[in-house]
């Protein structure tokens, strides 16, 4: 059984940086799918972007150009590595596993495993 648990999340200004972690555990094999998603107040999860088993990244429109997606297999991580952050970036970030390749539209109904998450603040 995968199990996901994010880090690193935190409070910083409008304009700071933030690297989130992810550990995955319980064997990943084959082509699989990883990725950021996160949860302002009141509002449903919003891709943030995904990771490909071949390392192919794809972003969401908001973050695209501030944030990079990485992992290291051997280690069983994902980071989301968080610059020219926002108020707007303000929510839980949680991180998210689907055992297939990523899907077209890569949004939280493709991905069937999941994090607790982690909070992020930005102040304006």
């Known amino acids: 059984q995968v199990q996901l648990v994010e880090s690193g999340g935190g409070s910083v200004q409008a304009g700071g940086s933030l690297r989130l972690y992810c550990s995955i555990s319980g064997g990943i094999y084959g082509p699989n799918c990883m990725g950021w998603f996160r949860q302002a107040t009141g509002k449903g999860r919003a891709e943030v972007g995904v990771?490909?088993?071949?390392?192919?990244?794809r972003y969401g429109d908001t973050v695209e150009g501030r944030f990079a997606i990485s992992k290291d297999n051997a280690k069983g991580t994902l980071f989301l590595q968080m610059n020219d952050l926002k108020p707007e970036d303000t929510g839980m970030h949680y991180c998210?596993?689907?055992?297939?390749?990523?899907?077209?539209?890569?949004?939280?109904?493709?991905?069937?495993?999941w994090g607790k998450g982690t909070a992020v603040t930005i102040s304006s």
């Open positions: 998210a596993f689907e055992p297939a390749r990523c899907a077209p539209n890569w949004d939280e109904d493709a991905m069937t495993r």
């Open positions: 990771i490909d088993s071949d390392g192919h990244t």
